[in-house]
């Protein structure tokens, strides 16, 4: 299990507006609805996760992600924020993101790499991709432009943002937002951005507090819990191959780079199986796509890597109890 700041889910909350009961979703993932919004305080990634998707039964979420990035404030931050407003420019601020994420997020990873036309700003997000990580990841990407025009002196607008999953019913707040192409289906979730945007200075750019902050940062990473990115990067795997059946660990490890024999015995180390990872894997995403009520049952058993309906039924009930349909039915009524 990942976590994430629970400023996330206060700032999704906000933005979901009148159409929400903001208390009762607060309360849902045992957040008090009267505390501090403190970047400190964690909440599991799952759980995140539902709460979009139960914001999602309640209204329309197709702009709700850009209206949370553009909610998002660098002050909320902390040190963190402090260090992106202090760097000397646009891209040493998005590299302390790339090094510090960790402080906000388990789930998320982030790389700045260069392209053909600039340098793309990626977003890395393990796991089955439900709707709720969708959402993340949307309002994740706006999230990242809307920091970037409280630092910069000019309008940023980037190149191109890019998102792996299909685009939603209207793209006219993202394209509004981000201020050029928005290519939903792509092969990342990333931002591309100039050359001559990432050098722009920051307006409270100053090297010698870039520095302070920065060894309070490494100081703070130091101290925070490693997660095993192995883990993630295999389930993301086996997400992505389950398609075409159950995937076979020699099969996975190739893919990583690794011998059968080397990944088994990394995986040992961290205390866990690949089997345990594919039956976890194949249950988040069953999950996920029966809340999306976008695919069939039937579509969701092949989607899961099952040959037939009736084996996915009887896993689905061994893992949570009831079967798909009634699963189903029971997260459409609330």
């Not at 949307?138 to 920091?147: C, F, G, H, R, V």
Request: proline content about 6%.
């Amino acid at each position: 299990m990942g976590y994430v700041t629970s400023l996330f889910a206060r700032k999704v909350v906000a933005a979901a507006g009148t159409a929400v009961d903001p208390d009762a979703l607060l309360r849902s993932v045992d957040l008090d609805p009267g505390g501090p919004w403190d970047p400190k305080v964690m909440l599991p990634d799952t759980a995140y996760y539902d709460l979009l998707e139960c914001i999602a039964v309640q209204t329309d979420v197709t702009d709700l992600p850009v209206r949370v990035g553009a909610s998002m404030r660098l002050d909320e931050y902390g040190a963190l924020g402090l260090a992106f407003k202090a760097a000397p420019t646009l891209r040493a601020s998005y590299a302390r993101i790339e090094r510090y994420a960790r402080l906000w997020t388990s789930v998320v990873e982030y790389e700045l790499r260069e392209a053909e036309r600039g340098t793309l700003f990626i977003l890395h997000r393990a796991g089955p991709r439900r709707l709720g990580l969708r959402l993340s990841n949307e309002a994740t990407l706006a999230s990242a432009i809307s920091i970037a025009r409280q630092v910069s002196p000019v309008p940023v607008r980037p190149l191109e943002v890019l998102v792996r999953h299909a685009a939603p019913p209207s793209t006219a707040a993202h394209l509004a937002w981000f201020g050029c192409p928005v290519r939903f289906g792509a092969d990342l979730d990333a931002i591309l951005f100039s050359h001559e945007t990432l050098a722009q200075p920051n307006i409270l750019g100053d090297v010698g507090i870039s520095r302070y902050l920065g060894s309070h940062l490494d100081l703070e990473l130091s101290e925070a819990p490693q997660a095993p990115p192995l883990v993630s990067r295999t389930r993301d795997a086996i997400a992505q191959a389950l398609s075409e059946g159950t995937p076979k660990m020699a099969e996975i490890a190739r893919d990583m780079g690794l011998s059968a024999r080397s990944f088994h015995r990394r995986l040992s180390e961290l205390g866990v199986s690949f089997q345990t990872l594919t039956e976890e894997t194949r249950r988040d995403l069953a999950e996920g796509l029966l809340r999306d009520n976008e695919h069939s049952l039937a579509e969701i058993a092949f989607l899961t890597g099952f040959a037939e309906q009736s084996s996915f039924t009887r896993a689905f009930k061994r893992w949570v109890g009831v079967t798909p349909a009634s699963y189903r039915k029971d997260k459409a009524i609330r």
